[in-house]
Each structure stands twice: as C-alpha cells, then as structure tokens.
C-alpha cells in the first residue's frame, strides 16, 4: 500500500509515511470478490497441457466445425472484441438469428455453469452445443468427426493432445481441447484487481462506483472473481423490465429446471471487461452500460439513481477491463479431398 502514499508529504513525519494506508473501501471489497489468477495449471480432473490447448486454439478458429464451413467459435465469441460479438443476437447459419445475446468467453471458465440459463454445467458440455446447434453451426457429432479425421494435421494434434489414447479423435475430445483453450482466456491484472492486491488504487469516481455497487446491493448478485456468474436471480425481482428487455417467451431457467419459480431467473451477468461486450441482457437490447445500469438499479433492486451515481458505477465497471489475452489466429490443417464439402 506505501506505492499510493504522496512521495513527500511536508508536515507528516516518517512514521506516518511508513505505515500502510488504511482502506476500508479495499478491505469490504476483499470481503466480496477475488482478484483473477493469471493462470490455471487445470480445469476440474482436465490437466492443461500445451498441446491441448493448442489443438483447442485450432478447433475454436476452425469453420470446418459448420455444415456451411463458414462459422467457427470465433464468429460469435471474437476474441477481438473482447469474447464476444457486439450485435443483439447473433447470426448463425444460413443468416440465421438465435433468440439470445452472445455472452463472452473471456473468463467464463469461473462462472458457476454456462449460458444465460446455466443449462450446461462446464466448458466441456457446452462446447458440443452450438457444433449441433441448428441456427448456429449446423453440424452433426459423425460430420465433425468424419471432418476431423480427414487432415492429418489434426489427427497428429489430437494424438500429441491426448497420448495414449487408440481413438483420440472423437467429439468428446473436440470438446475436452476447446475447453482447455478457454481455460486460458483469462484477463487478469485489471485496475480493479490492482486495488484488491493493493498494487494500485482506483480513482475518485471509480471508488465511488465501488462504494455505490456495494452499498446499493448489486453485490447481492454480482460478486467473487468474476463479479457475477455465482448465482441465479428472477430478472426483474423488483419491477419486471419492459418486454423489449425480458421478452416473455424466453422463461430462463424454468426451460432447465422445469420448475415454474423458476420463470425469468437468469445467471446473474458476469461483468469482467463488460464495458467492452455491448449491447447487454440476454435479449441484447440495451447498447449503453449506464442504462444497463439505470435498468438494473430499477428492476432488481426498486432504486432510481441519479446521474452521477450511475456514472461512478460505470466508472467502476470500466476498472473492471483486465488484460486479453494475446491470441494469433492460428494455422489451420489443410483439408483433403476426403474432408466433407460444406452443406
Ligand atoms: C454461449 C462457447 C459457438 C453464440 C456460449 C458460452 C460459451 C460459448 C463458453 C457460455 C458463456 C457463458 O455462459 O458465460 C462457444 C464455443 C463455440 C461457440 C466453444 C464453438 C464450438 C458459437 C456460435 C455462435 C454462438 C457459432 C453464434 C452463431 C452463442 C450464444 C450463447 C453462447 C447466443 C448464449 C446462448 C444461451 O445462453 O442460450 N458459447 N460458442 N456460439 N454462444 Fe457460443
Ligand atoms: C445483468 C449490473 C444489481 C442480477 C447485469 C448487467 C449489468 C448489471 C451491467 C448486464 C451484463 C451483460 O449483459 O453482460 C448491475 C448493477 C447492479 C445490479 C450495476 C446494481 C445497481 C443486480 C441485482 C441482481 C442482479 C441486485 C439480483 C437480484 C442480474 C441478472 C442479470 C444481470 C440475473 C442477467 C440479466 C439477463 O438475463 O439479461 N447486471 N446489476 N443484478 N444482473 Fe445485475
């Protein structure tokens, strides 16, 4: 903490300068979140070897994945634009749009389950989704299996992926590498996780955000490492947001669980880098954050703040935007004339 002291301070003697600065603001927020690692050595019982996450990084930027070998994982989770795709809903094959917003694969590894209902409960699981998925890739298990056996670049990285294996190009594996790779896409070292190591300190109007984002309540729902993605919440606990926002025909949960309590509750949004993944909600229909923040204030917690209040909140969630990880599209196996053509 002594870095954040003024250098030279006239009248304050040397005992003074000496001692860490005491912060209450840091220490509440040490209570509720937790600064992100800058690496995880695995995922579950998944060890992350290099190899694997290499094949991952192949598979996440491959379109052959589709029927129309157009769309890959970084179509809609364009790890330029911060994991994610800056449009409403995202178009998938055939100019297809889905019902939901794309949320960013930056950091989803620490959230509690994926997508914006949980339905599936890790990366693994949720990477064999979209593959099939209709109005998104448009593929089938044999036809990516078929595809992938077809170069022998990856059949070389699948083997060096996962030695030992007799068979080890298959779709469980597919989706044991892409997690391995999303496993990497952390973005640590925001202003945000300065202030919680006690690295750096965050300014007037970002305190301020933190003060409000706590005392306020949106810590009720958005906190740990990922401020949100740890729990599930009816959107609209308070006021129910207005159709265009939290379309009726989407349930959330209750289309998981079965359970009609469980209509309209959604994961609560992890907001690492969220400045960075407009428009916001799952129906994607809100493009500026102070308004996202306006909605919520309202809709989850009965508040109207004022201007300057959701100012200070957007202050602080900018703090939240951590390093990306520097990612080069990688080189791709050459096809063959036994790799399927595109539908
Ligand atoms: C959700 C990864 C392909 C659109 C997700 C999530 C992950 C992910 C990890 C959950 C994130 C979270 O819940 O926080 C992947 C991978 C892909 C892929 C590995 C390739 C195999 C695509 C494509 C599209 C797309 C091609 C667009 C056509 C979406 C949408 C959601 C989502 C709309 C939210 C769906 C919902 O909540 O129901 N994806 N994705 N994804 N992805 Fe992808
Ligand atoms: C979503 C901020 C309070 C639960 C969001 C989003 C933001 C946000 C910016 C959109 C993220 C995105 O689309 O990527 C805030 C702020 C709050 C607050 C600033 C305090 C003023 C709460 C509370 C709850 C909650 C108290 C739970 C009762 C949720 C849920 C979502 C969400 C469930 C996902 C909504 C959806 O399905 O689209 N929050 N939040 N939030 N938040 Fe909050």
Request: with cysteine.
């Amino acid at each position: 903490e002594s870095v954040d002291a003024p250098a030279a301070m006239p009248t304050a003697d040397a005992a003074q300068i000496a001692a860490p600065a005491a912060d209450p603001l840091r220490d509440s927020a040490r209570q509720l979140f937790q600064p992100l690692p800058d690496k995880l050595d695995k995922v579950r019982d998944q060890p992350l070897t290099e190899a694997r996450i290499a094949l991952g990084q192949s598979l996440f930027f491959d379109p052959r994945l589709s029927g129309s070998h157009t769309i890959s994982c970084n179509s809609c989770h364009n790890l330029g634009t911060a994991g994610a795709d800056n449009v409403v809903t995202s178009t998938g094959h055939g100019g297809q749009k889905g019902p939901r917003n794309s949320p960013t694969v930056l950091n989803s590894v620490f959230n509690l389950a994926q997508f914006w209902d949980g339905r599936a409960p890790d990366l693994k699981e949720q990477a064999k989704g979209p593959v099939q998925n209709p109005v998104e890739m448009h593929n089938t298990i044999e036809r990516v299996e078929e595809t992938l056996d077809s170069m022998p670049g990856y059949v070389e990285a699948f083997a060096a992926a996962f030695p030992g294996e007799t068979d080890p190009i298959n779709f469980e594996n597919m989706a044991r590498a892409i997690e391995a790779f999303e496993a990497t896409l952390i973005t640590p070292s925001s202003r945000f996780d300065q202030f919680l190591t006690g690295k750096a300190d965050l300014n007037a109007q970002e305190r301020e955000g933190l003060s409000l984002f706590i005392d306020k309540g949106c810590v009720a729902c958005h906190s740990g490492a990922n401020v949100g993605g740890q729990a599930y919440f009816a959107f609209g606990a308070v006021k129910r947001p207005d159709e265009a926002i939290l379309p009726p025909a989407d349930l959330g949960r209750a289309a998981v669980t079965k359970e009609a309590g469980d209509a309209f509750v959604f994961r609560a949004a992890p907001l690492r880098n969220v400045a960075r993944t407009a428009p916001y909600f799952h129906s994607g229909q809100v493009w500026d954050l102070n308004e996202a923040i306006r909605v919520m204030a309202e809709s989850q917690l009965g508040q109207n703040l004022s201007a300057t209040e959701i100012e200070a909140i957007a202050a602080f969630l900018r703090s939240l935007d951590g390093r990306e990880p520097a990612i080069t599209p990688p080189v791709l196996p050459t096809s063959t004339t036994a790799t399927p053509r595109p539908l």
